[in-house]
T-cell receptor
Framework: GNSVTQMEGPVTLSEEAFLTINCTYTATGYPSLFWYVQYPGEGLQLLLKATKADDKGSNKGFEATYRKETTSFHLEKGSVQVSDSAVYFCALSGSSNTGKLIFGQGTTLQVKP | DAGVIQSPRHEVTEMGQEVTLRCKPISGHDYLFWYRQTMMRGLELLIYFNNNVPIDDSGMPEDRFSAKMPNASFSTLKIQPSEPRDSAVYFC????????????FGPGTRLTVT
């Protein structure tokens, strides 16, 4: 079945460092891919998405490119801030449009000043 | 729109008691999802509805859990009887339709069963 694997956390970086959080997936067909972010004490919110191969999603300085050949959707940011400290979830939707998202286990990012 | 609304935000109850969590999805959204989040198991999908009809309840842990959606603007998740291992944050989310549209999450209900 469909699944998502994220790199294990926590990831600890200094402010202004470069961020990469790896995400790979297994899926049949052509899923859409998402990154969600969860700030402390809050629900998840969509950070960015890509709906087809080679699409790049971007938002708030974060980027991720849908790579079908490597089945990956790695999250990157060139210069992180303390306010980026959160849990990041990679997710994919089924290509059969079931409405269901498959989430990875989440990666905690801590940015120190 | 106020977003997805959940109540209560916090619930503390004793083992054996009935617990009811409530959710109001965003108006016009056809899908509603219930998730549970714990440190040990991460984020788990419990059940989801499409147009008020349960589509997939395979994530419901056991018969103590039940969920209903009597109309398009209201859903409940009930645990009876509750147990300490049910302690978690429960999220409700809604989406406009399936597939590529994002899910909007509520703020969650933090349940503690003592």
């Amino acid at each position: 079945g469909n699944s998502v694997t994220q790199m294990e956390g926590p990831v600890t970086l200094s402010e202004e460092a470069f961020l990469t959080i790896n995400c790979t997936y297994t899926a049949t067909g052509y899923p859409s891919l998402f990154w969600y972010v969860q700030y402390p004490g809050e629900g998840l919110q969509l950070l960015l998405k890509a709906t087809k191969a080679d699409d790049k999603g971007s938002n708030k300085g974060f980027e991720a490119t849908y790579r079908k050949e490597t089945t990956s959707f790695h999250l990157e940011k060139g210069s992180v801030q303390v306010s980026d400290s959160a849990v990041y979830f990679c997710a994919l939707s089924g290509s059969s449009n079931t409405g269901k998202l498959i989430f990875g286990q989440g990666t905690t990012l801590q940015v120190k000043p | 729109d106020a977003g997805v609304i959940q109540s209560p935000r916090h619930e503390v109850t004793e083992m054996g008691q009935e617990v009811t969590l409530r959710c109001k999805p965003i108006s016009g959204h056809d899908y509603l999802f219930w998730y549970r989040q714990t440190m040990m198991r991460g984020l788990e999908l419990l059940i989801y509805f499409n147009n008020n009809v349960p589509i997939d309840d395979s994530g419901m842990p056991e018969d103590r859990f039940s969920a209903k959606m009597p109309n398009a603007s209201f859903s409940t998740l009930k645990i009876q009887p509750s147990e300490p291992r049910d302690s978690a944050v429960y999220f409700c989310a809604s989406s406009l339709d399936g597939g590529i549209n994002e899910q909007y999450f509520g703020p969650g209900t933090r349940l503690t069963v003592t």
